[in-house]
T-cell receptor
Framework: AQSVSQHNHHVILSEAASLELGCNYSYGGTVNLFWYVQYPGQHLQLLLKYFSGDPLVKGIKGFEAEFIKSKFSFNLRKPSVQWSDTAEYFCAVIPGNNAGNMLTFGGGTRLMVKP | DSGVTQTPKHLITATGQRVTLRCSPRSGDLSVYWYQQSLDQGLQFLIQYYNGEERAKGNILERFSAQQFPDLHSELNLSSLELGDSALYFC???????????????FGPGTRLLVL
């Protein structure tokens, strides 16, 4: 079964610092990749997604992610974080042949941005 | 606001009891998914329904069941509750099956279940 790894469980940054959160998956075929964000006390919101095409994907709120097939990675980046980016970030995968469309999530990364 | 609604927001019950969680998908969405978020297991897929029929099953216990009604709302039934069932239960919806291509899922606010 496929798995998703997020190696950084907790990240603390100061405002204006750059962010990169790692995400690696184990599935070898075509994949569809997602980053979701969960602000404190709120539901999951989609940040960005990759299905095909340009491996550099831009999402909402200044986030972007790069799909590197050879490294099985889909890292999330933001050049300059804000205090309001404090949240938990989840990487998720749907294999391309997954007729059930179920998301497999990573363990999440808790980001705290200090003002 | 994703357009997915869930009730109740909070639920406190005792071990051995049965509860029903309700989800209304976004208008027009045919697929509904249930996920469980707990501290020890993280976010896990439970089950998916498409237009009233079960489409896929994940790590769902036999004590749990779900259904999707003709009006497309879904209910997740949890019975013989145990302390370990305490978690946040999310519902998500998507447009519907699309020839195997993945679809974006939109999540509801969740139901926080506490089993005492």
């Amino acid at each position: 079964a496929q798995s998703v790894s997020q190696h950084n469980h907790h990240v603390i940054l100061s405002e204006a610092a750059s962010l990169e959160l790692g995400c690696n998956y184990s599935y070898g075929g075509t994949v569809n990749l997602f980053w979701y964000v969960q602000y404190p006390g709120q539901h999951l919101q989609l940040l960005l997604k990759y299905f095909s095409g340009d491996p550099l994907v831009k999402g909402i709120k200044g986030f972007e992610a790069e799909f590197i097939k050879s490294k099985f990675s889909f890292n999330l980046r933001k050049p300059s974080v804000q205090w309001s980016d404090t949240a938990e970030y989840f990487c998720a995968v749907i294999p391309g042949n997954n007729a059930g469309n179920m998301l497999t999530f990573g363990g999440g990364t808790r980001l705290m941005v200090k003002p | 606001d994703s357009g997915v609604t869930q009730t109740p927001k909070h639920l406190i019950t005792a071990t051995g009891q049965r509860v029903t969680l309700r989800c209304s998908p976004r208008s027009g969405d045919l697929s509904v998914y249930w996920y469980q978020q707990s501290l020890d297991q993280g976010l896990q897929f439970l089950i998916q329904y498409y237009n009233g029929e079960e489409r896929a099953k994940g790590n769902i216990l036999e004590r749990f069941s779900a259904q999707q009604f003709p009006d497309l709302h879904s209910e997740l039934n949890l019975s013989s509750l145990e302390l370990g069932d305490s978690a946040l239960y999310f519902c998500a919806s998507s447009v519907g099956l699309a020839g195997g291509w993945a679809e974006t899922q939109y999540f509801g606010p969740g139901t926080r279940l506490l089993v005492l």
